[in-house]
């Protein structure tokens, strides 16, 4: 037997080296060396964006009362009286780095702002997807299991509800009935989770549901349509169905796990939409997030926080899309992406 272990072929290759040659590591080293382009194009892209807007950084931080001669002097203060490309290629070796520049306003670095505002965005996100996620997998799981019936009816006209309404409008609907009517929740404000976890969930259960909403609609609606596909029109569903096996098993066990490849990929995409989304509800609802910051920032044209905050995000994207797709190969062992890349 220790004869055959030995003689095995590739029985001595180190545990690095065997996962290092597995596919998935091989699409994960693909993605992100693809991912570096497209992250210099957004960063390129904002910096650009961001200097094409009317104003000027320095006349909005010293008000419209500050003489020529106070602008100039705070221009070339934040170097702002140099060219663009030498002020972005300033910036961006500063990336390479790990420095994500100076904030104009405050003169704060960018990533101790970050570092302070970023876990309660996080929160909040973390909070509206996995209650949107869970949620719309209920519901489908309930409407595709008698279609037309009542729970697909019901499924349906919430999902319109929620398709219909702006996330904003939501949040003003959201704080008259369960803050200000019934007081159960609080309007505004945001309570650490470590000071009190109980209170924290309270702080961040209304603007969650003014974001997960939406994305809980168009979960719904596209996961019920793809199982009732599944189960109308699959063989493997007609031969489990020949075999016996009850309803609810086929469609958990069967229908199920094979229409979560379009959910896993529109929520990888999704990840990037919310951007706007945060900065409209956050300073709905006066959370210390990025979104509070964001509109202040392109308001002020502080270029290095706006930069910080797209970069963050856009790592997010790349990193939520890499998952994805390495989450396909977990739902289907048959997917091979080498052979797909070759």
């Known amino acids: 037997m220790a004869v055959a272990e030995e003689l095995r072929p590739g029985a001595h290759t180190p545990l690095t080296r065997r996962v290092a040659r597995s ?47 106070e602008v100039h002097q705070l221009e070339i203060q934040l170097h702002l009286n140099e060219p663009f490309w030498v002020r972005y290629g300033q910036w961006l070796g500063g990336l390479f780095h790990g420095d994500l520049g100076t904030s104009l306003a405050s003169g704060q670095n960018v990533t101790a702002i970050l570092g302070q505002r970023l876990p309660v965005t996080g929160e909040l996100l973390v909070y509206a997807f996995v209650a949107s996620i869970a949620l719309a997998v209920g519901l489908a799981v309930l409407a595709a299991r008698r279609p037309n019936g009542l729970a697909d009816r019901v499924s349906m006209v919430v999902s319109m509800i929620g398709l219909s309404v702006a996330p904003y409008v ?66 493997y569903i007609v031969t489990a169905r020949a075999k016996g096996v009850r309803p609810w098993r086929v469609l958990l066990r069967h229908a199920l796990p094979n229409s979560l490849f379009g959910l896993i990929t529109l929520v990888g995409l999704n990840l990037g939409t919310l951007v706007g989304a945060v900065a409209i509800i956050e300073p709905i609802f006066s959370l210390p997030g990025v979104g509070a910051i964001l509109i202040q920032s392109i308001n002020n044209h502080d270029v290095p926080v706006v930069e910080g905050i797209v970069v963050v995000f856009a790592v997010v994207v790349v990193l939520a899309n890499l998952l994805a797709d390495l989450l396909y190969a977990v739902l289907d062992p048959r997917i091979r992406y080498e052979r797909s890349a070759a």
């Open 170 to 235: 939501l949040a003003l609907i959201l704080i008259y009935i369960f803050a200000v009517r019934l007081q159960l929740f609080p309007a505004i404000g945001y309570t650490s989770l470590t000071e009190n976890p109980g209170a924290n969930l309270r702080s961040l259960t209304l603007p969650a549901a003014a974001i997960a909403f939406p994305l809980f609609s168009v979960y719904t609606r596209l996961l019920r349509a793809d199982i009732v596909e599944q189960m109308q029109r699959e063989d």
């Open 23 to 69: 596919p998935g590591a091989r699409l994960a080293g693909r993605r992100l060396l693809a991912a570096i382009p497209v992250l210099w194009g957004v960063t390129l892209l904002t910096y650009v964006v961001m200097n094409l807007l009317p104003g000027d950084a320095a006349q909005e931080l010293l008000g419209a009362n500050a003489t020529p001669a």
